[in-house]
Protein backbone atom coordinates (compact mmCIF):
# COMPACT_ATOMS: atom_id res chain seq x y z
CA UNK A 1 0.00 0.00 0.00
CA UNK A 2 1.48 3.64 -1.14
CA UNK A 3 0.11 6.51 0.70
CA UNK A 4 -0.33 10.19 -1.54
CA UNK A 5 0.35 13.55 -0.57
CA UNK A 6 -2.95 15.50 -0.70
CA UNK A 7 -1.42 18.50 -2.52
CA UNK A 8 -0.38 15.48 -4.88
CA UNK A 9 3.55 16.74 -5.31
CA UNK A 10 5.60 14.55 -3.98
CA UNK A 11 6.31 10.98 -4.46
CA UNK A 12 4.33 8.30 -2.74
CA UNK A 13 5.65 6.91 -0.09
CA UNK A 14 5.08 3.26 2.34
CA UNK A 15 3.44 3.33 5.40
CA UNK A 16 6.39 3.76 7.96
CA UNK A 17 7.89 6.52 5.75
CA UNK A 18 4.39 8.38 5.89
CA UNK A 19 4.61 7.80 9.71
CA UNK A 20 8.24 9.25 10.40
CA UNK A 21 7.39 11.73 8.40
CA UNK A 22 4.19 13.42 9.95
CA UNK A 23 3.49 15.87 7.33
CA UNK A 24 4.10 15.33 3.24
CA UNK A 25 7.18 17.28 1.96
CA UNK A 26 5.04 19.47 0.01
CA UNK A 27 3.43 20.68 2.91
CA UNK A 28 -0.11 18.27 2.79
CA UNK A 29 -1.18 15.13 4.60
CA UNK A 30 -0.79 11.91 3.79
CA UNK A 31 -3.68 9.77 2.49
CA UNK A 32 -4.14 6.16 1.22
CA UNK A 33 -3.40 5.12 -2.43
CA UNK A 34 -6.40 3.83 -2.29
CA UNK A 35 -8.60 2.84 0.38
CA UNK A 36 -8.81 -1.23 0.64
CA UNK A 37 -11.84 -3.22 1.28
CA UNK A 38 -12.56 -4.80 4.94
CA UNK A 39 -11.59 -8.59 5.09
CA UNK A 40 -14.72 -10.29 6.15
CA UNK A 41 -13.71 -11.04 9.70
CA UNK A 42 -12.85 -7.68 10.42
CA UNK A 43 -16.59 -7.37 10.26
CA UNK A 44 -17.37 -10.79 12.51
CA UNK A 45 -19.22 -8.93 15.53
CA UNK A 46 -17.48 -11.55 17.99
CA UNK A 47 -14.04 -10.84 16.96
CA UNK A 48 -11.90 -9.31 19.57
CA UNK A 49 -11.13 -5.39 19.62
CA UNK A 50 -7.09 -5.56 19.00
CA UNK A 51 -7.57 -8.37 16.57
CA UNK A 52 -10.49 -6.57 14.57
CA UNK A 53 -7.65 -3.60 14.62
CA UNK A 54 -5.15 -5.55 13.25
CA UNK A 55 -7.17 -7.13 10.12
CA UNK A 56 -8.37 -3.31 9.53
CA UNK A 57 -5.32 -2.29 10.30
CA UNK A 58 -2.82 -5.06 8.06
CA UNK A 59 -3.81 -3.99 4.05
CA UNK A 60 -2.69 -0.21 5.08
CA UNK A 61 0.84 -2.02 6.14
CA UNK A 62 0.95 -4.71 2.96
CA UNK A 63 4.80 -4.87 2.08
CA UNK A 64 5.79 -2.39 4.89
CA UNK A 65 8.43 -3.14 7.29
CA UNK A 66 6.14 -2.52 10.42
CA UNK A 67 3.52 -5.64 8.81
CA UNK A 68 5.30 -8.70 10.48
CA UNK A 69 4.93 -6.26 13.99
CA UNK A 70 1.37 -5.42 13.70
CA UNK A 71 0.29 -8.00 15.51
CA UNK A 72 2.46 -7.44 18.46
CA UNK A 73 1.49 -3.47 17.75
CA UNK A 74 -1.99 -3.86 18.36
CA UNK A 75 -2.18 -6.47 21.14
CA UNK A 76 0.00 -3.59 23.27
CA UNK A 77 -1.54 -0.49 22.02
CA UNK A 78 -5.07 -1.45 22.53
CA UNK A 79 -5.22 -3.60 25.71
CA UNK A 80 -8.20 -1.60 27.17
CA UNK A 81 -12.02 -1.64 25.97
CA UNK A 82 -14.06 -0.28 23.46
CA UNK A 83 -17.75 -0.24 24.75
CA UNK A 84 -20.52 0.28 22.76
CA UNK A 85 -23.48 1.03 25.33
CA UNK A 86 -27.17 1.78 25.13
CA UNK A 87 -28.49 5.00 25.64
CA UNK A 88 -31.86 4.52 27.08
CA UNK A 89 -34.73 6.86 25.81
CA UNK A 90 -35.36 8.05 29.33
CA UNK A 91 -38.73 8.33 31.31
CA UNK A 92 -39.47 11.57 28.97
CA UNK A 93 -38.52 9.07 25.76
CA UNK A 94 -40.77 6.55 23.92
CA UNK A 95 -38.68 3.09 24.73
CA UNK A 96 -39.55 1.72 21.54
CA UNK A 97 -37.49 4.14 19.90
CA UNK A 98 -34.65 3.47 17.15
CA UNK A 99 -31.79 2.39 18.92
CA UNK A 100 -29.21 4.38 20.14
CA UNK A 101 -25.70 3.19 21.54
CA UNK A 102 -22.58 5.52 22.46
CA UNK A 103 -19.37 4.80 21.22
CA UNK A 104 -17.01 5.14 24.58
CA UNK A 105 -13.17 6.42 23.46
CA UNK A 106 -12.11 6.83 26.82
CA UNK A 107 -11.12 3.89 28.77
CA UNK A 108 -7.67 3.87 28.44
CA UNK A 109 -4.68 5.30 30.14
CA UNK A 110 -5.72 9.22 29.53
CA UNK A 111 -9.52 9.07 29.23
CA UNK A 112 -9.78 10.57 25.89
CA UNK A 113 -9.68 8.86 22.36
CA UNK A 114 -6.67 10.24 21.40
CA UNK A 115 -5.06 7.19 23.15
CA UNK A 116 -5.62 5.03 20.16
CA UNK A 117 -3.20 7.02 18.18
CA UNK A 118 -0.92 8.11 20.01
CA UNK A 119 -0.32 4.64 21.03
CA UNK A 120 -0.30 2.73 18.00
CA UNK A 121 1.78 6.18 16.81
CA UNK A 122 4.51 5.54 19.45
CA UNK A 123 5.09 1.87 19.16
CA UNK A 124 5.15 1.83 15.57
CA UNK A 125 7.96 4.90 15.60
CA UNK A 126 9.75 2.98 18.77
CA UNK A 127 9.93 -0.83 16.17
CA UNK A 128 11.02 1.19 13.20
CA UNK A 129 13.79 3.29 15.18
CA UNK A 130 15.09 -0.09 16.39
CA UNK A 131 15.27 -1.79 12.80
CA UNK A 132 16.36 1.41 11.93
CA UNK A 133 19.66 1.91 14.15
CA UNK A 134 19.78 5.40 12.88
CA UNK A 135 22.92 8.01 14.36
CA UNK A 136 19.92 10.23 16.11
CA UNK A 137 16.75 9.71 18.35
CA UNK A 138 13.75 10.77 16.21
CA UNK A 139 12.86 13.86 17.91
CA UNK A 140 8.49 14.21 18.03
CA UNK A 141 7.16 17.23 18.44
CA UNK A 142 3.64 18.03 19.60
CA UNK A 143 1.21 21.23 19.84
CA UNK A 144 -1.85 20.68 22.22
CA UNK A 145 -4.73 22.77 23.36
CA UNK A 146 -4.89 20.13 25.89
CA UNK A 147 -5.93 16.47 25.35
CA UNK A 148 -3.10 15.22 23.10
CA UNK A 149 -0.13 16.57 24.51
CA UNK A 150 -1.04 13.88 27.98
CA UNK A 151 -2.18 11.74 25.69
CA UNK A 152 0.96 11.52 23.35
CA UNK A 153 3.32 12.34 26.22
CA UNK A 154 2.19 9.41 28.26
CA UNK A 155 2.15 6.96 24.75
CA UNK A 156 5.69 8.31 24.42
CA UNK A 157 7.42 7.82 27.49
CA UNK A 158 10.60 5.66 27.70
CA UNK A 159 9.73 4.25 24.38
CA UNK A 160 13.98 3.70 23.32
CA UNK A 161 14.74 5.53 20.70
CA UNK A 162 12.18 8.31 20.59
CA UNK A 163 12.26 12.06 22.05
CA UNK A 164 8.98 13.95 22.79
CA UNK A 165 8.69 17.95 22.58
CA UNK A 166 5.18 18.82 24.46
CA UNK A 167 4.14 22.61 23.72
CA UNK A 168 1.20 23.75 25.25
CA UNK A 169 0.07 27.58 26.00
CA UNK A 170 1.11 29.00 29.33
CA UNK A 171 -2.53 29.99 30.25
CA UNK A 172 -4.44 27.92 27.97
CA UNK A 173 -5.03 24.34 30.19
CA UNK A 174 -6.55 23.80 33.04
CA UNK A 175 -4.57 22.51 36.63
CA UNK A 176 -5.48 19.08 36.11
CA UNK A 177 -4.10 19.05 31.97
CA UNK A 178 -1.07 20.83 33.16
CA UNK A 179 -0.21 18.01 35.76
CA UNK A 180 -1.13 15.26 32.52
CA UNK A 181 1.44 17.73 30.31
CA UNK A 182 4.48 17.76 32.78
CA UNK A 183 4.22 14.92 35.16
CA UNK A 184 7.08 13.36 33.02
CA UNK A 185 10.85 12.84 32.84
CA UNK A 186 13.48 11.40 30.54
CA UNK A 187 12.82 11.11 26.81
CA UNK A 188 9.59 13.58 27.45
CA UNK A 189 10.11 17.71 27.50
CA UNK A 190 7.09 19.85 28.60
CA UNK A 191 7.04 23.57 26.93
CA UNK A 192 4.59 25.96 28.37
CA UNK A 193 4.56 28.64 25.49
CA UNK A 194 3.91 32.22 26.36
CA UNK A 195 0.58 32.45 24.16
CA UNK A 196 -2.43 30.47 22.84
CA UNK A 197 -2.59 27.18 21.13
CA UNK A 198 -2.26 28.74 17.58
CA UNK A 199 1.32 30.04 18.70
CA UNK A 200 1.94 26.33 19.72
CA UNK A 201 1.14 24.64 16.36
CA UNK A 202 2.83 27.70 14.42
CA UNK A 203 5.64 27.06 16.58
CA UNK A 204 6.03 23.53 15.46
CA UNK A 205 5.24 23.79 11.95
CA UNK A 206 8.10 26.68 11.73
CA UNK A 207 10.18 24.19 13.48
CA UNK A 208 9.49 21.42 10.36
CA UNK A 209 10.43 24.10 7.97
CA UNK A 210 13.45 24.74 9.17
CA UNK A 211 16.89 23.96 7.19
CA UNK A 212 19.22 24.22 10.35
CA UNK A 213 17.02 22.10 12.53
CA UNK A 214 16.74 19.97 9.72
CA UNK A 215 20.58 19.76 9.72
CA UNK A 216 20.63 18.96 13.59
CA UNK A 217 17.57 16.96 14.39
CA UNK A 218 15.72 13.90 12.75
CA UNK A 219 12.04 15.68 13.33
CA UNK A 220 8.65 13.78 13.32
CA UNK A 221 5.02 14.90 14.38
CA UNK A 222 2.31 13.09 16.73
CA UNK A 223 -0.37 15.78 15.50
CA UNK A 224 -3.61 14.28 13.40
CA UNK A 225 -1.11 15.41 10.59
CA UNK A 226 0.19 12.21 11.73
CA UNK A 227 -1.82 9.64 9.32
CA UNK A 228 -0.54 6.76 12.43
CA UNK A 229 -2.89 8.50 14.87
CA UNK A 230 -5.75 8.46 12.57
CA UNK A 231 -5.73 4.90 11.12
CA UNK A 232 -6.62 2.73 14.42
CA UNK A 233 -9.31 5.26 14.53
CA UNK A 234 -10.94 3.60 11.54
CA UNK A 235 -10.52 0.38 13.09
CA UNK A 236 -12.64 1.50 16.40
CA UNK A 237 -15.20 2.69 13.73
CA UNK A 238 -15.39 -0.31 11.90
CA UNK A 239 -15.63 -2.15 15.30
CA UNK A 240 -18.83 -0.30 16.48
CA UNK A 241 -19.97 -0.96 13.46
CA UNK A 242 -19.32 -4.62 13.44
CA UNK A 243 -21.06 -4.38 16.71
CA UNK A 244 -23.99 -2.39 16.01
CA UNK A 245 -24.79 -4.59 12.47
CA UNK A 246 -24.92 -7.81 15.15
CA UNK A 247 -28.40 -6.68 16.17
CA UNK A 248 -29.50 -6.42 12.57
CA UNK A 249 -31.56 -3.67 11.05
CA UNK A 250 -30.77 -0.50 9.47
CA UNK A 251 -27.36 1.29 9.12
CA UNK A 252 -26.61 3.58 11.93
CA UNK A 253 -26.37 7.45 12.00
CA UNK A 254 -22.77 8.25 13.13
CA UNK A 255 -22.47 11.50 15.09
CA UNK A 256 -18.85 12.31 15.98
CA UNK A 257 -17.71 15.65 17.94
CA UNK A 258 -15.47 17.22 15.97
CA UNK A 259 -12.68 19.77 16.37
CA UNK A 260 -9.44 18.75 13.59
CA UNK A 261 -11.62 16.93 11.67
CA UNK A 262 -9.15 13.00 12.66
CA UNK A 263 -12.16 11.25 13.87
CA UNK A 264 -14.50 12.55 11.00
CA UNK A 265 -11.44 11.50 8.09
CA UNK A 266 -11.31 7.91 9.88
CA UNK A 267 -15.31 7.37 9.63
CA UNK A 268 -15.33 8.12 6.31
CA UNK A 269 -12.83 6.13 5.54
CA UNK A 270 -13.94 3.04 7.64
CA UNK A 271 -17.29 3.62 5.48
CA UNK A 272 -15.71 3.62 2.34
CA UNK A 273 -13.55 0.52 3.58
CA UNK A 274 -17.16 -1.21 3.49
CA UNK A 275 -17.81 -0.73 7.28
CA UNK A 276 -22.01 -0.76 7.84
CA UNK A 277 -22.56 2.43 8.63
CA UNK A 278 -25.08 5.41 7.60
CA UNK A 279 -24.52 9.53 7.26
CA UNK A 280 -21.42 10.59 9.33
CA UNK A 281 -22.56 13.30 11.09
CA UNK A 282 -20.08 16.06 12.20
CA UNK A 283 -21.12 17.76 15.92
CA UNK A 284 -19.05 20.97 16.37
CA UNK A 285 -19.29 23.75 18.71
CA UNK A 286 -19.54 27.47 18.43
CA UNK A 287 -16.61 27.09 15.81
CA UNK A 288 -18.67 27.09 12.99
CA UNK A 289 -16.33 26.33 10.10
CA UNK A 290 -17.44 22.96 8.70
CA UNK A 291 -20.90 23.86 9.10
CA UNK A 292 -20.72 27.46 6.84
CA UNK A 293 -18.42 25.41 4.72
CA UNK A 294 -21.14 22.97 3.72
CA UNK A 295 -23.87 25.19 3.67
CA UNK A 296 -22.07 27.85 1.66
CA UNK A 297 -19.70 25.87 -0.24
CA UNK A 298 -16.67 28.84 0.32
CA UNK A 299 -13.96 27.81 2.78
CA UNK A 300 -13.30 30.23 5.51
CA UNK A 301 -11.22 29.82 8.09
CA UNK A 302 -10.82 31.94 11.12
CA UNK A 303 -9.39 31.60 15.00
CA UNK A 304 -10.62 29.47 17.25
CA UNK A 305 -13.47 30.70 19.85
CA UNK A 306 -13.23 29.67 23.44
CA UNK A 307 -16.11 27.09 24.09
CA UNK A 308 -17.03 24.49 26.81
CA UNK A 309 -15.57 21.63 24.54
CA UNK A 310 -12.97 22.90 24.40
CA UNK A 311 -10.90 20.49 22.73
CA UNK A 312 -13.05 21.09 19.50
CA UNK A 313 -11.92 25.08 19.52
CA UNK A 314 -10.92 24.72 16.22
CA UNK A 315 -11.36 27.52 13.43
CA UNK A 316 -9.09 25.94 10.50
CA UNK A 317 -9.33 22.03 11.38
CA UNK A 318 -5.96 20.23 9.37
CA UNK A 319 -7.77 17.56 8.48
CA UNK A 320 -10.35 19.27 6.10
CA UNK A 321 -7.32 18.35 3.54
CA UNK A 322 -7.94 14.62 3.79
CA UNK A 323 -11.60 15.33 3.67
CA UNK A 324 -12.06 17.24 0.57
CA UNK A 325 -9.56 14.67 -0.55
CA UNK A 326 -11.97 12.31 -0.31
CA UNK A 327 -14.79 13.78 -1.69
CA UNK A 328 -13.21 16.30 -4.14
CA UNK A 329 -16.52 17.43 -5.09
CA UNK A 330 -18.98 19.58 -2.74
CA UNK A 331 -22.04 17.59 -3.95
CA UNK A 332 -20.92 14.34 -2.86
CA UNK A 333 -18.94 15.71 0.10
CA UNK A 334 -23.11 17.43 1.64
CA UNK A 335 -24.20 13.46 0.76
CA UNK A 336 -22.03 12.00 2.44
CA UNK A 337 -21.70 14.10 5.76
CA UNK A 338 -23.53 16.34 8.37
CA UNK A 339 -22.00 19.12 9.94
CA UNK A 340 -23.69 21.03 13.00
CA UNK A 341 -22.61 23.36 15.63
CA UNK A 342 -24.12 23.49 19.54
CA UNK A 343 -23.55 25.95 21.51
CA UNK A 344 -22.45 26.16 24.77
CA UNK A 345 -26.02 26.46 26.65
CA UNK A 346 -27.26 23.48 24.68
CA UNK A 347 -24.36 22.05 25.55
CA UNK A 348 -24.87 22.16 28.96
CA UNK A 349 -28.69 21.37 28.67
CA UNK A 350 -27.76 18.01 27.10
CA UNK A 351 -25.26 16.69 29.54
CA UNK A 352 -28.21 17.83 32.44
CA UNK A 353 -30.78 16.20 30.34
CA UNK A 354 -28.90 13.32 29.42
CA UNK A 355 -28.06 12.44 33.21
CA UNK A 356 -31.81 12.84 34.74
CA UNK A 357 -33.60 10.92 31.64
CA UNK A 358 -31.23 8.65 30.83
CA UNK A 359 -28.70 8.66 34.02
CA UNK A 360 -25.80 8.94 31.43
CA UNK A 361 -22.89 11.02 31.91
CA UNK A 362 -21.51 12.61 29.27
CA UNK A 363 -18.37 15.32 28.91
CA UNK A 364 -19.35 18.57 27.13
CA UNK A 365 -17.87 16.89 23.17
CA UNK A 366 -20.17 13.94 23.70
CA UNK A 367 -22.99 16.27 24.81
CA UNK A 368 -22.80 18.05 21.65
CA UNK A 369 -22.49 15.00 19.59
CA UNK A 370 -25.92 13.44 21.39
CA UNK A 371 -27.57 16.81 20.91
CA UNK A 372 -26.95 17.05 16.97
CA UNK A 373 -28.41 13.76 16.93
CA UNK A 374 -31.70 14.42 18.72
CA UNK A 375 -31.78 17.98 16.47
CA UNK A 376 -31.22 16.22 13.30
CA UNK A 377 -30.60 12.19 13.41
CA UNK A 378 -33.76 10.97 15.59
CA UNK A 379 -35.51 9.24 12.89
CA UNK A 380 -33.57 6.26 13.00
CA UNK A 381 -30.64 4.16 14.73
CA UNK A 382 -27.39 5.91 15.51
CA UNK A 383 -24.20 5.65 17.16
CA UNK A 384 -23.26 8.65 19.54
CA UNK A 385 -19.58 9.29 19.83
CA UNK A 386 -17.89 9.53 23.75
CA UNK A 387 -14.54 11.12 22.83
CA UNK A 388 -13.65 11.98 26.57
CA UNK A 389 -14.19 10.76 30.15
CA UNK A 390 -16.63 13.52 31.89
CA UNK A 391 -14.42 13.16 34.73
CA UNK A 392 -11.77 15.11 32.58
CA UNK A 393 -14.11 18.36 32.56
CA UNK A 394 -15.21 18.21 35.99
CA UNK A 395 -15.73 22.21 36.45
CA UNK A 396 -18.40 21.89 33.57
CA UNK A 397 -20.16 18.51 34.65
CA UNK A 398 -20.71 18.32 38.06
CA UNK A 399 -22.21 21.33 38.75
CA UNK A 400 -25.05 20.58 36.55
CA UNK A 401 -25.57 17.00 37.66
CA UNK A 402 -24.79 17.81 41.18
CA UNK A 403 -22.33 14.83 42.25
CA UNK A 404 -18.30 14.37 42.07
CA UNK A 405 -17.50 12.18 39.41
CA UNK A 406 -14.68 10.00 40.40
CA UNK A 407 -11.46 10.28 38.13
CA UNK A 408 -10.13 6.91 36.50
CA UNK A 409 -7.48 5.37 38.12
CA UNK A 410 -4.99 6.03 35.26
CA UNK A 411 -5.57 9.27 35.85
CA UNK A 412 -5.94 9.29 39.81
CA UNK A 413 -2.22 7.70 39.44
CA UNK A 414 -0.88 11.12 38.43
CA UNK A 415 -2.70 13.76 40.75
CA UNK A 416 0.02 15.03 42.86
CA UNK A 417 2.96 13.83 41.00
CA UNK A 418 5.79 16.19 40.68
CA UNK A 419 6.14 18.64 37.04
CA UNK A 420 8.61 20.15 35.49
CA UNK A 421 8.76 22.15 32.77
CA UNK A 422 10.39 25.07 30.80
CA UNK A 423 8.37 28.44 30.06
CA UNK A 424 9.46 29.60 26.49
CA UNK A 425 8.29 32.15 23.93
CA UNK A 426 7.28 31.28 21.04
CA UNK A 427 10.65 31.31 19.77
CA UNK A 428 12.60 28.23 17.53
CA UNK A 429 16.12 28.99 19.14
CA UNK A 430 14.29 29.03 23.07
CA UNK A 431 12.81 25.21 22.07
CA UNK A 432 15.74 24.06 20.79
CA UNK A 433 18.31 25.86 23.68
CA UNK A 434 19.40 22.17 24.62
C1 LIG B 1 -9.40 16.04 20.15
C2 LIG B 1 -10.78 15.90 20.67
C3 LIG B 1 -11.90 16.08 19.84
C4 LIG B 1 -11.76 16.51 18.40
O1 LIG B 1 -11.37 15.43 17.60
P1 LIG B 1 -10.88 15.64 16.08
O2 LIG B 1 -10.51 14.26 15.65
O3 LIG B 1 -9.72 16.57 16.12
O4 LIG B 1 -12.01 16.19 15.31
C5 LIG B 1 -13.15 15.84 20.38
N1 LIG B 1 -13.32 15.49 21.68
C6 LIG B 1 -12.26 15.33 22.50
C7 LIG B 1 -12.51 14.97 23.92
C8 LIG B 1 -10.96 15.51 22.03
O5 LIG B 1 -9.92 15.36 22.88
Redesign the pocket.
Known sequence: MRFVSTRGTCPAVGASEALVAGLAPDGGLYVPECLPALPAAALDPGMAWPERARLVLEPFFAGDGLEPFLHGICAEAFDFPVPLVPLPAGAAGKDDGPPVRVLELFHGPTA???DFGARFLARCLERLERAGRPDRPLTVLVATSG??GGAVAAAFHRRPGLELRVLFPENGVSPRQRVQLTCWDGNVRSYAVRGGFDDCQRLAKAAFRDPALAARFRLGSAN?INLGRILPQAAYFAHAAALFSAEGGARPALVV????????VAACWARAMGAPLGRIVMAVNANRTVPDFLETGEYRPRPGIPTL?N??D?GDPSNMERLRNLYPDLSALREAVGAYSVDDASIRETIAGAWSGSGYLF?P?GAAAERVRRLHCADGPAIVVA??HPAKFETVVEPLVGMTIPLPPSLEALAGAPTNYTVIDPDLGQLFAD
Open positions: AFKDTSPSGNLGNAAAMVCHTA
